[in-house]
């Protein structure tokens, strides 16, 4: 991942809705949650979650599956997890020791 993705994520996460969008595909695992699921989940209106899911769906941070009539969001984990190694990746100058404290 290069600066210019890693700012493209971020501007993706940069409202309080979508964080907590994030937070909550993150609790639910691997098994996802609905629309409304993740609406009532967010606080948030049917219309406002779609609008959010929609933006982070497009970013590639969460991916959307149809399952019958419903759509079905998960975290797409290797996208978080290479903005997190981004972030991470030279963190006490690459000292074994200190990196410690972050669990990397």
């Given amino acids: ?15 309080p809705d979508r964080l907590k969008v994030i937070r909550a595909l993150v609790e639910a695992g691997p098994e996802g949650m609905s629309a409304g699921d993740i609406a009532v989940k967010i606080g948030a209106s049917p219309s406002r979650a ?16 149809r399952q019958s009539r419903s759509l079905i969001y998960r975290v797409n984990f290797e996208r978080i997890g290479g903005l997190v190694t981004f972030l991470m ?16």
């Fill in 1 to 15: 991942m290069n600066e210019n993705e890693a700012s493209e994520l971020f501007g993706s996460l940069s409202n």
């Fill in 50 to 65: 779609s609008f959010h899911l929609a933006g982070l769906a497009d970013s590639g941070l969460i991916l959307r599956e």
């Fill in 89 to 104: 990746e030279d963190c006490c100058r690459g000292s074994t020791s200190l990196r410690k404290c972050c669990g990397i």
